[in-house]
């Protein structure tokens, strides 16, 4: 017959008086609970992105959803400006627009003299 006593479970090896706080029987919801983690996604907060012109709320380290990916991108590539700092204050910081390599014929045509 198996036991669903705690005290049955760790052995003799506890004191009497922990014993006893043990004797009552395990409640699998009760572990659940403890070991679960909040689901979903966070909430969004009254405070806006810091991205002047941004009016989506923010999420992650005071930016909203885009430019916080935005501002992952430039990092990983050792490109993001020194005023991007984490929590900066609303509509504080200027939008960053990353610059682009001309492409095709119709490029090469223009910048050609």
Request: glycine share 6%; with cysteine.
């Amino acid at each position: 017959m198996t036991s669903l006593y705690r005290s049955d479970i760790i052995g003799s090896a506890l004191t009497a008086g922990a014993v006893a706080c043990l004797e009552k029987p395990i409640d699998p919801r009760e572990v659940l609970a403890l070991i679960s983690k909040p689901k979903g996604r966070p909430k969004p907060t009254n405070r806006a992105c810091p991205i002047i012109g941004c009016a989506r709320p923010s999420r992650s380290r005071a930016y909203c959803a885009g430019h916080y990916q935005k501002r992952r991108s430039l990092e990983l590539k050792h490109r993001r400006p020194e005023t991007w700092i984490d929590y900066a204050a609303p509509q504080s910081l200027k939008d960053v627009v990353p610059r682009r390599w001309p492409i095709g014929a119709s490029a090469l045509r223009a910048s050609s003299p």
